[in-house]
């Protein structure tokens, strides 16, 4: 069963249940709590639109670092510029700090699959408006460790890819396999965290990527440790060149609230 009509099964079964409780307890924005959301799992319009809004925030294309449009030249803002930058380009649907995150964490720690759907597609419109796209050939999902997959063996950054491909007709390829767990991003300094993902990563057996050009697909991106470090393995097996599309980009000041949000 291809993982779309996995995701509709397991929702049809519970659309039972769901009505029944839905005329017991009437759905809520998961954000905001308010009643009045079309259906269970949806946001509200009030949340919806600050997510909406959100995403209009200006951002480096190449680090996906919220930055005013001046401050970008040749594609690079102040904190990219000197670094070594794998990655080709980034599209992103905002930053973590405000409702996108916390839309975020409800679709991966409440297992909120509704959720994930329509981020999904906003993931889509944001890699639509990418000047890149046009070359982009697949779509590459960044593999999570076994134990981090809340989704009976899906993840979150899968069903992400799955609905951006959906729109954009881009296939997903597996070209990349995880071979470690051990700890997570959080809490690392930067030098930290590119120690920590080394390693984590290694293309697909039987994947061949030479002279494609992919574009990775994640749910979070605060260094870039973990994109740039796939890019590096795609890139030495014969990748042509590699983008990213991240749901939401963490700048220091919401860092913060991303140590607060692991369950
Ligand atoms: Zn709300
Ligand atoms: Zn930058």
Redesign the pocket.
């Known amino acids: 069963m291809s993982g779309d009509m996995a995701d509709w099964a397991a929702y049809t079964l519970q659309g039972g249940v769901r009505a029944l409780l839905d005329m017991l307890y009437p759905p809520t924005?998961?954000?905001?709590?308010?009643p009045g959301?079309d259906g269970p799992g949806l946001?509200?319009?009030?949340?919806?639109s600050s997510v909406e809004e959100e995403g209009h925030t200006a951002y480096c294309p190449t680090c996906a670092r919220t930055t005013p449009p001046f401050a970008v030249s040749d594609g690079r803002c102040g904190h990219c510029r000197e670094q070594k930058a794998r990655i080709a380009g980034v599209v992103r649907i905002g930053p973590y700090g405000g409702?996108l995150g916390a839309a975020l964490r409800a679709f991966k720690y409440q297992r909120n699959w509704r959720l994930g759907a329509s981020l999904g597609d906003r993931l889509a419109t944001a890699l639509q408006q990418a000047p890149w796209l046009e070359e982009v050939e697949a779509l590459v999902v960044v593999p999570q460790w076994i134990l981090r997959r809340p989704f009976a063996g899906d993840y979150p950054p899968a069903l992400l890819g799955r609905r951006a491909s959906r729109a954009t007709g881009i296939p997903v390829i597996p070209a990349l396999r995880r071979v470690k767990g051990g700890p997570s991003q959080i809490g690392l300094t930067n030098h930290q965290r590119v120690e920590n993902v080394r390693g984590k990563f290694a293309v697909a057996r039987g994947v061949r990527v030479d002279g494609a050009t992919l574009c990775l697909i994640d749910d979070v991106m605060t260094t870039g440790a973990t994109v740039n470090e796939c890019a590096r393995i795609l890139l030495n097996a014969g990748a042509r060149a590699v983008y990213a599309a991240v749901a939401a980009h963490v700048s220091h000041d919401s860092a913060r609230g991303l140590v607060f949000c692991q369950p």
């Open positions: 924005c998961p954000l905001c709590r308010s959301v946001l509200c319009e009030s949340c919806a409702e």
